[in-house]
């Protein structure tokens, strides 16, 4: 991956006014598809940005290179002022060390389409695991923060359930409960509904509407739920070939899209 020459800007941005993530110039392909192009993205902190745009978009792939589990082919992000894949090297930037990259990390959790608990452990152990082992909390903080995570999600009766005990939209809650409590800047979700039986779906959504009202943490949604997209976020992003095609507030997006793609494509997910 490529290392830029940092900008005045860039090594003049401090922690505490910079914006939550920043991409500049960000490429990603798989073989000969480019799945993001020169990509440039701000998202402030505190705020919530959905993503949408038709499969085979990139959309997803967004969230994968800020969450390390991609690494772009070039460009630069930076997370809360920080910068992700590079560290400071005199005038420039040089790649990071694995040491860096897990630091930044640390600050960004994500909840996936299909839950990814551990199976073995009960749902407050997955919960606990990443408190304990990777920001040393001891099992008592980590049991009380589990336990108050699972109440928040409406589970704490299911505390000592393994994943398969619980239907798909139990995982779901654990699995968001679990990002929470590992205290992220940054919050991640993709297409966290995707997998789940229709009448599974509304208990997730609000626990994601009551993270968002909450106001403290910054929100990226990957989602195809558009009337969920149009009551919590503050920006809509509609992405498609690799490239941002429109942005700006639910309504004028959702309804009064200008660009001839958003309309194609809002159009063929009303028909569904």
């Known amino acids: 991956m490529s290392a830029p020459e940092t900008t005045a800007t860039d090594r003049d941005i401090s922690a505490k006014g910079a914006a939550a993530v920043r991409m500049r110039g960000v490429d990603k392909a798989f073989g000969p598809n480019k799945v993001l192009a020169e990509l440039d993205l701000d998202v402030e902190p505190g705020e919530r940005v959905v993503i949408i745009g038709p499969s085979g978009s990139g959309k997803t792939t967004i969230l994968r290179v800020i969450?390390?589990?991609?690494?772009?082919?070039?460009?630069?992000?930076?997370?809360?002022?920080?910068?992700?894949?590079?560290?400071?090297?005199?005038?420039?930037?040089?790649?990071?060390?694995?040491?860096?990259?897990?630091?930044?990390?640390?600050?960004?959790?994500?909840?996936f389409q299909h839950f990814n608990l551990f199976p073995h452990m009960t749902a407050l152990e997955n919960i606990m695991l990443a408190p304990v082992k990777v920001h040393g909390k001891s099992?008592?903080?980590a049991r009380a923060r589990g336990m108050e995570l699972l109440d928040s999600v409406g589970l704490a009766h299911a505390a000592n359930q393994t994943p398969g005990q619980l239907s798909g939209g139990q995982k779901q809650r654990v699995a968001i409960a679990r990002s929470l409590?590992?205290?992220?800047?940054?919050?991640?979700?993709?297409?966290?509904?995707?997998?789940?039986?229709?009448?599974?779906?509304?208990?997730?959504?609000?626990?994601?509407?009551r993270i968002a009202e909450e106001g403290k943490t910054t929100m990226?949604?990957?989602?195809?739920?558009m009337g969920f997209a149009r009551e919590v976020a503050d920006r809509v992003v509609m992405f498609d070939a690799g490239a941002v095609v429109e942005e700006g507030p639910p309504a004028q997006i959702l309804d009064e899209p200008r660009e001839e793609r958003t309309r194609s494509f809002l159009g063929a997910v009303r028909e569904h």
Do not use: C, W
């Not at 990226?220 to 739920?225: A, F, I, N, Q, S």
């Open 67 to 111: 969450m390390t589990l991609e690494r772009p082919d070039a460009g630069t992000i930076q997370v809360g002022g920080r910068h992700l894949y590079h560290q400071p090297h005199g005038n420039g930037l040089k790649p990071a060390s694995e040491k860096h990259i897990r630091s930044v990390r640390s600050d960004i959790g994500m909840v």
């Open 139 to 141: 099992r008592d903080e």
């Open 181 to 209: 409590a590992n205290e992220p800047r940054v919050m991640l979700f993709d297409e966290v509904t995707s997998a789940l039986d229709p009448e599974l779906v509304g208990d997730v959504l609000e626990v994601l509407r």
């Open 220 to 225: 990226m949604l990957v989602t195809h739920e």
